[in-house]
């Protein structure tokens, strides 16, 4: 049964500040801020978190359903998703709005700030997965990415009526949810994904504790940039498994989405969490060593090249068979 993923459908509009953010902000004057940014260069990408991680479970083989809505601008988008193993049979197509943008810049010491026009997303919550399940013959995990707010929840509920695992990413949407939304959209999840600040967010909005948020999910990991990712379960000593080393680090958006899709494709292989967790640190590395979340590749001997050399031999032997040719 194959893994759906539903999340945003975007595209990227990336810029490069050749400064610093922090130089141009005035002490004492942060409830003023008027700021304007003279950028080195404009690209623009196929994105959105949905989409991004479909894609790298794509190149991994797993033929990946991707749930969401588009608007009418999304022909050449669904040629690109379908091309690389995609199946984007139960996307939505909207009448009357263009599909999502993520407009982000990027200034020397890879802080970021963005924005995101949700557009046609606004009309994911009109998606049921039940359909879905019967299209394809059945839902072995459900992915709830960063989507519509509404969307979320309701995918949320509809997995747990329904029996579906599903994996919880609530990721850039913690920053405005309230608690109650939080706590819904993890306590059940089979997995729970964040990063090192999305972790202690989710901390302060819940009330809960780490061990508290462990009770209500099966494993929750946290990635750390550069420090690597952090697994943990209830009553399992962590897991900790250190970042691949980057040859030519050049845009960090879309890493976060090319790890969970390198750890999910793993997992669905049958490997091990620490084991899942080092093919997802090496899909993000290459991820991030090209600008856009969708422009990388995963070519067989240099992807095992460089695993071997992060993780050791015995590793890459377990992984190498999973791999597409």
């Not at 459900?142 to 309701?154: C, E, F, H, S």
């Not at 959209?185 to 729970?192: H, I, P, R, T």
């Not at 590749?297 to 992984?319: I, M, N, Q, W, Y």
Request: with cysteine; net charge negative.
């Amino acid at each position: 049964m194959p893994v759906v993923v539903t999340g945003s459908i975007a595209t990227d509009h990336l810029m490069t500040f050749p400064g610093k953010f922090t130089d141009q902000f005035v002490e004492g004057k942060m409830e003023n801020v008027s700021l304007s940014f003279l950028v080195d260069d404009l690209v623009q990408h196929r994105g959105g978190a949905g989409a991004n991680m479909a894609y790298g479970l794509g190149l991994l083989g797993l033929a990946p359903v991707l749930v969401g809505a588009v608007g009418g601008d999304f022909a050449d988008y669904d040629a690109w998703l379908t091309r690389h193993g995609v199946d984007t049979g139960s996307v939505r197509w909207s009448e009357l709005k263009h599909t999502a943008r993520f407009t982000c810049t990027t200034d020397v010491a890879n802080n970021q700030i963005a924005s995101f026009y949700s557009g046609a997303m606004s009309e994911a919550s009109m998606i049921e997965l039940a359909p879905v399940e019967q299209r394809v013959g059945g839902l072995d995990l459900v992915i709830i990415g960063p989507n519509d707010p509404t969307a979320m929840v309701q995918h949320t509920a509809e997995c747990r009526d329904r029996g579906y695992p599903f994996l919880a990413d609530p990721s850039q949407q913690l920053a405005w949810a309230d608690g109650e939304m939080i706590r819904d959209l993890v306590d059940g999840a089979d997995l729970l994904f964040t990063n090192e600040y999305e972790h202690a967010l989710l901390l302060q909005k819940t009330g809960w504790d780490d061990a508290e948020v462990l009770a209500r999910v099966g494993t929750w990991v946290t990635t750390r940039a550069a420090d690597g990712v952090v697994v943990e379960q209830a009553g399992a000593e962590p897991i900790h498994v250190i970042a691949v080393p980057e040859t030519k680090p050049v845009e960090p958006t879309g890493g976060g989405d090319a790890l969970r899709a390198g750890f999910v494709a793993a997992r669905q292989w049958g490997l091990g969490l620490e084991r899942a967790t080092q093919v997802g640190s090496a899909v993000a590395t290459a991820a991030v060593e090209v600008v856009g979340t969708q422009e990388y590749s995963l070519p067989r001997d240099l992807f095992l090249d460089r695993f071997t050399a992060a993780f050791g031999t015995e590793a890459a032997d377990e992984v190498a068979p999973h791999l597409p040719s």
